[in-house]
């Protein structure tokens, strides 16, 4: 599917290839790409919020789950270990997120929707 596909940050060219496998320090096994029009090398989470991200997703999602649910800045810093600048950092990630989870989120109520109606 073009949407989703993979893209070169520097000639925007499709025609990006696996190069090589990488380990991270924190986030397990990833797959390095390569242009094949230009001499750029590629990361999938390259112009991703999870760029340059140190911590698992699933320690920031807890965070942001407590703190959305009422936990304040310095009980969620206590609680979590994590300095409070850090934290509004992630805040601020997920606030870039919020108009993708919400159309994402209608979409599938929208199908949903389709599919117990077909069924009926």
């Keep these: 599917m ?19 496998p990488s380990t991270t320090k924190n986030h ?6 390569k242009c094949e029009n230009c001499p750029t090398y590629v ?8 760029e340059g991200l140190k911590t698992p ?15 304040g800045l310095q009980a969620a810093t206590r609680t979590f270990d994590t300095a409070k600048n850090t934290l509004l950092a992630w805040e601020r990630q997920c606030v870039d997120l919020h108009r993708v989870l919400l159309l ?12 117990a109606g077909d069924e009926a």
């Design 2 to 20: 073009e949407l989703l596909r993979l893209k070169c940050p520097a000639c925007h060219s499709s025609d990006i290839q696996h190069h090589s």
């Design 28 to 33: 397990g096994g990833r797959v390095i790409d």
């Design 43 to 50: 990361s999938e989470t390259k112009h991703t919020f999870l």
């Design 57 to 71: 997703v699933s320690v920031m999602w807890q965070v942001i789950k407590a703190r959305t649910d009422g936990l």
């Design 104 to 115: 994402s989120t209608l979409v599938h109520e929208f199908f949903a929707g389709v599919i």
